[in-house]
């Protein structure tokens, strides 16, 4: 073989391995970022290194089967390598954790998210979003996530938070609407029992609708929704259940509220009051006065009217006769009569006595 052709197959091979590098790069694994000193690593725990020129890392990530990661953004800014492909993939029976302070972003000209999950996601901290402008989304869930920290934003039209066809638990953190599209959208089971959504613009907050017609469930226990008049849009009349909130004097979530529960004064989803009871005759109410009533002015006693003696007099019954004793002023008449009947007997005497002798 010629020194010339030697030459020529060893460029090849430094081709081929060159082009293979650049694959890996645009899908690394945990252990990669190690090695290429894009991470440091204590155990199932990364930590993104922070670039000389303070620019953004740009790295397509993949969370194979059986990892259980979980990554610390330390402040940086972290987005896709590759045009077309997620910052972050979790492979079915994958975990991820993303954490601490930092950003995670996507810069495809397509509807690539910026996260897709087929494993299990958790979500502790840091801002994901994405700067794609057609029909993206931040987060796509085909598999489990939880939210429990964290910012989620859509800074661009066109442009969804969360995306869950899978299972979804939100119980804190915070989302914010800046395009045209609801914030989140749910055509599987989704749970939300914490956190905000703040909404500057678009016609919802959340979406209920899946492409058959009865796979999206959403249950609202708690959550605070600001800026939106419009709070759920359920199109195919899917399962909603909203029992808890805080929602604005001036939104239409009393429309998707049963009659168990009202919007109070505050905005505040809360139960509705329970009607008291009507009383029955058998059972007079409260106000109704239950003691026997005193006697009149007249006593009815055998249909007869007896009339009720006056309170000077004194009243004696007896064998159902009434008596009634003298008044004071007739009783001075008759000791007046008494004593003018005995002067006029003692003169009458006097006078008898002096004829006789």
Known sequence: MSKTRKI??????????????SINVKAATMSNLVDWNVATSEGNEYTLNANNNGSAIKQDIVIQNGENVVLDLNGQTLTNFTDGCSTITVENGGILTVSGTGIITNTSNNNVPTI?????????????????????????NNGTVEVNGGTITTTTQKCWGLTNSGTAKIQAGTFEQKGDFSVIMNAG?????????????????????????????LKVTDVTVTGAKYIISNPGDEEVAVTGGTFGTDSNISEILGDSYIVDENG???????????????????????????????????????ETPDVDSDVNE??????????TGDTIIVFATIFVV????????????KKMK
Not at 122 to 137: C, D, E, F, L, R
Not at 318 to 327: A, F, I, L
Not at 342 to 353: F, H, N, P
């Open 318 to 327: 007896t064998d159902g006769e009434v008596s009634e004793n003298p008044k």
């Open 189 to 217: 089971d989704m749970t939300i029992s914490g956190g905000t959504i703040n909404v500057t613009s678009g016609y919802s907050a959340i979406t209920n609708e899946s492409a058959d017609g009865n796979s999206a469930s």
């Open 8 to 21: 020529i197959i060893v460029l090849a091979l430094v081709l081929i391995l060159t082009f293979a590098y």
């Open 116 to 140: 897709t999950n087929n494993g299990t996601l958790t979500i502790v901290g840091g801002n994901i979003t994405s700067n794609n402008t057609n029909y993206a989304t931040c987060i796509l």
């Open 342 to 353: 005995a002067i006029v007997g003692l003169v009458v005497t006097l006078i008898a006595k």
């Open 268 to 306: 505040e989803v809360v139960e509705a009051p329970e009607n008291p009871d009507t009383p029955t005759p058998e059972e007079p109410s409260d106000d109704e006065d239950l003691t026997e009533e005193k006697p009149t002015d007249e006593e009815i006693t055998d249909n007869e009217v007896v």
